[in-house]
């Protein structure tokens, strides 16, 4: 199976999620994509079309998730103290989505959101996908 077929059985699964979840301002739908380096989620209002709220996982040098903790290792492969500004994060990718899942949770209870509609957006409820709606509920967030 190459890679277009795989993307378009992904917007399949997606469009018969979507056709079932939608999003309210009192429960907005939380979409998820992920790619191999990256995950994105969104806090979306369907009635209204708008974004609520969004974040994302991004490659080792933007992403604050996973910075300063634990030992690091320094460009030329000494050990660095944690939280100096090292290029290299600490965790997994799967890691990371648990933290940005948790991270949202808190800024949704700040905005009042206490409730929501997951999309985990054609993929399968595993890995990062699952990774991101633990940290969700671990952070409070109901579904």
């Not at 992904?10 to 191999?36: C, D, M, W, Y």
């Not at 979306?44 to 040098?61: F, H, M, P, R």
């Not at 000494?78 to 933290?99: F, I, Y």
């Not at 209870?109 to 671990?138: N, P, Q, T, W, Y």
Request: charged share 35%.
């Amino acid at each position: 199976m190459n890679f277009k077929t795989k993307q378009l059985n992904r917007q399949r699964r997606h469009s018969r999620v979507r056709a079932l979840v939608k999003g309210t301002s009192e429960r907005p739908r939380i979409s998820v994509f992920k790619s191999n380096k990256h995950i994105f989620t969104q806090f979306i209002d369907d009635e209204t079309g708008k974004t609520i709220l969004s974040s994302k996982v991004v490659a080792d040098k933007k992403s604050k998730i996973g910075r300063g903790e634990g030992p690091v290792r320094s460009p030329r492969g000494t050990r660095a103290e944690p939280g100096l500004g090292s290029r290299v994060s600490v965790g997994t990718k799967t890691d990371k989505a648990t933290k940005i899942g948790e991270m949202l949770a808190e800024k949704a209870k700040e905005s009042g959101i206490k409730e929501a509609v997951f999309d985990r957006g054609g993929f399968k409820f595993h890995g990062r996908i699952k990774a991101v709606a633990d940290g969700l509920r671990k952070g409070g967030i109901k579904f």
